[in-house]
């Protein structure tokens, strides 16, 4: 009896298309840090112009925006003195070095803090002696000083130097002039708002201020004058608040009557002036003590007193809601002193805070505080080098604190 014999078929595994490879690809790059990504541009063209693309910059940044949602991280620079001149309001005597370190709140109670290296020390070789506060939008910082405006990529490690112009007339050279950043939310390109000073009343001492825009990618020699001119001067050495496609900026009240109560809006779309007023719930004796801040991409509000009778008092947060026309009353904290929020965590039960050089976290149902940075105690890494105490044994003034969002976004 004849057998047949069935011989098995060979088959042929298909290939993915080359558009799902490259779409996998594309995905995977999305969600590595930026350290890794500039390495692996070198690996080839493709990969170059996938990395380059400004889409897959933008998408990135969300990507990079949820991990912070999830897991909040701080820029910390701490700055030091050169010397101590007694007597000084404001020290003039600031190193022109200028370092970034990452991070990142512990992951549980046992676990110490770590700071980690996310940019070469940069010495600008005495071109500045004194520092403002910085500002922070999409992985980009503006760093303003008494002679130059700086703007950074930590992540990138890219670095500039903004233009110099003669539009300020006052206070040449002493005093930082205050310096934003934002995203102008109708073309996404981001922007650098300056104050400057045109003269100062002799009677009422009260400034006339104009302020001009340094569009990133476009304008790469000049200032923009800003017109017409803001509604009311601004406060010197305060940094203003971006948050809603607008900064926020804090009015100096000094010799105007009437005082306004409110804060001035620069919209950064169509660069018009507006003033938002202070929540009507806010006490107007603390109409000049309360501190701005973005927060995960609202606008906070923190009164405080600065009176030594209500140093006890609770610190009381509002949040700007109704298209900037309308505060809400979000928290209160039992926090003496001068704290204010700086992350929320996830779940919305708790919040980082930061008082002074202490970084805490703040349990919003029980009301707990417990201390989980001491900025002047941690380590600094810095790449292929030791671990160092922050300052380096010079004498430390202050440590510049913000939110920060790792990105691609080029300067």
């Not at 995960?296 to 209500?310: I, K, P, Q, V, Y």
Request: aromatic residues 10%; glycine residues 4%.
């Amino acid at each position: 009896m004849d057998m047949k014999v069935c011989k098995r078929r060979k088959t042929t595994k298909v290939p993915p298309p080359a558009e799902l490879l490259d779409e996998l690809v594309t995905e995977i790059l999305l969600r590595l840090p930026v350290k890794s990504l500039l390495r692996f541009k070198s690996v080839s063209k493709a990969w170059r112009a996938t990395i380059s693309d400004p889409f897959f910059v933008r998408s990135h940044l969300r990507q990079s925006a949820s991990r912070c949602r999830q897991n909040p991280s701080l820029l910390v620079t701490p700055h030091t003195l050169e010397h101590v001149i007694d007597g000084e309001p404001w020290p003039s005597t600031f190193s022109s070095d200028i370092s970034f370190y990452q991070w990142q709140p512990p992951s549980s109670e046992e676990e110490e803090s770590e700071v980690r290296f996310v940019m070469h020390s940069d010495d600008f070789l005495e071109e500045f002696n004194s520092v403002c506060y910085f500002a922070h939008c999409d992985g980009l910082v503006v760093a303003p000083t008494n002679t130059n405006v700086y703007l950074f990529n930590p992540a990138t490690r890219d670095a500039m130097r903004l233009p110099v112009n003669d539009r300020n007339k006052m206070y040449q050279y002493v005093a930082c002039l205050p310096a934003g950043l934002g995203r102008d939310p109708r073309t996404g390109r981001h922007k650098v708002v300056r104050a400057f000073y045109r003269s100062r009343n002799p009677l009422t001492g009260v400034h006339d201020m104009g302020m001009e825009v340094f569009t990133v990618g476009v304008d790469s020699d000049s200032w923009r004058e800003i017109t017409p001119n803001p509604l009311y001067p601004v406060a010197e050495w305060i940094t203003p608040v971006f948050a809603k496609g607008a900064l926020f900026w804090i009015i100096e009240k000094r010799g105007l009557d009437p005082s306004p109560r409110g804060i001035l809006r620069l919209s950064l779309d169509d660069e018009s002036f507006s003033v938002t007023h202070l929540p009507d719930s806010l006490d107007p004796a603390l109409d000049e003590s309360f501190i701005l801040d973005e927060v995960h991409g609202e606008l906070f509000l923190t009164a405080f007193s600065s009176s030594e009778l209500t140093w006890r008092k609770p610190l009381n947060i509002w949040t700007l809601v109704e298209q900037d026309t309308r505060w809400e009353h979000r928290y209160t904290l039992d926090v003496s002193g001068m704290a204010h929020p700086v992350a929320l965590l996830p779940g919305g039960g708790a919040m980082i805070v930061r008082a002074s050089h202490y970084i805490s976290r703040y349990d919003l149902q029980t009301h707990e505080i417990n201390t989980i940075c001491e900025l002047e105690s941690l380590r600094y890494q810095h790449d292929g080098t030791p671990e160092e105490d922050a300052g380096s044994g010079q004498e430390i003034f202050y440590f510049n604190v913000i939110p920060y969002t790792e990105s691609l976004v080029r300067i």
